[in-house]
């Protein structure tokens, strides 16, 4: 069907997009700040503290770049590291308030720059836009 492929094209040009813009965003939160690392600091500040296992389970990730990509977040004072409370040999990850400062700034010009290019959507177009792209998100949860 034409519309499959139109949708594939459109989800291409989306997921370039995305490869781009989170490299610029990385950038923005430290000159040298890969993109995966900023993705998976996201992933420290939204579930964190967590264990280093976690992020490789979530990025499918092999333990040992997880643990390149962390040693560098702590070296540029993005993470810190403590002990695990309920398991000695294990450690917890969380964000530092640099980190949270940097994100922070990163979302909110994120956020101004949608509102900014998405100004003449409706409430209605862009509730709508929302509910169909969770949806597909939904739908393909799995893959």
Request: net charge negative.
């Amino acid at each position: 069907m034409a519309v499959l492929s139109t949708l594939e094209a459109e989800i291409g040009v989306l997921m370039r997009r995305a490869r781009r813009v989170i490299g610029e965003r990385a950038g923005q939160v430290h000159e040298d700040l890969p993109g995966i690392s900023y993705l998976m600091l996201g992933y420290v500040r939204e579930h964190g503290p967590v264990r280093a296992t976690a992020i490789g389970c979530a990025f499918h990730v092999d333990k040992a770049a997880v643990s390149r990509h962390v040693q560098q977040m702590l070296e540029l004072g993005l993470l810190d590291r403590r002990p695990d409370p309920d398991d000695g040999r294990a450690t917890l990850l969380s964000t530092t308030a640099e980190a949270e400062r940097r994100m922070a700034a990163v979302a909110q010009a994120r956020r101004q720059r949608l509102d900014e290019r998405l100004d003449e959507w409706s409430d209605e177009t862009l509730d709508g836009f929302v509910d169909l792209l969770g949806r597909y998100n939904r739908l393909l949860a799995d893959d």
